[in-house]
């Protein structure tokens, strides 16, 4: 079975950091491209970031340009966002998602999906 597996969320004061990871298994790690989608209370899931299999093409929403790096180890089976200067409009939940090859921002395009990770920023 697919497992994807978010970790490192929390709370966290504006202006502050924090690094999400994404531990995979039941896939060939290397072959799969990897995404971060946000979704929080009451609004619709939204595209974060991507990154290719090799790690060579990523990806970033305007909102969090500048501010997050998305990056993966494949001998680790693991993919991880660093977030810096959060601020409370990026509080939700996170989620990991991978595919074959998709970098796309629809969600539904995206195969495979962790359960998510909360992420709070207080003001």
């Known amino acids: 079975q697919v497992q994807l597996v978010e970790s490192g969320g929390g709370l966290v004061q504006s202006g502050g950091s924090l690094r999400l990871s994404c531990a995979a298994s039941?896939?060939?790690?290397?072959?799969?491209?990897v995404a971060w989608f946000r979704q929080a209370p009451g609004k619709e899931r939204e595209f974060v970031a991507a990154?290719?299999?090799?790690?060579?093409?990523?990806r970033y929403a305007d909102s969090v340009k500048g501010r997050f790096a998305i990056s993966r180890d494949n001998a680790r089976n693991t993919g991880y966002l660093q977030m810096f200067s959060l601020k409370p409009e990026d509080t939700a939940v996170y989620y990991c998602?991978?595919?074959?090859?998709?970098?796309?921002?629809?969600?539904?395009?995206?195969?495979?999906w962790g359960q998510g990770t909360q992420v709070t920023v207080s003001s």
């Open positions: 998602a991978a595919d074959r090859a998709y970098l796309g921002e629809l969600p539904t395009s995206w195969d495979y």
């Open positions: 039941g896939l060939p790690f290397s072959d799969y491209s």
């Open positions: 990154i290719s299999w090799s790690g060579g093409s990523t």
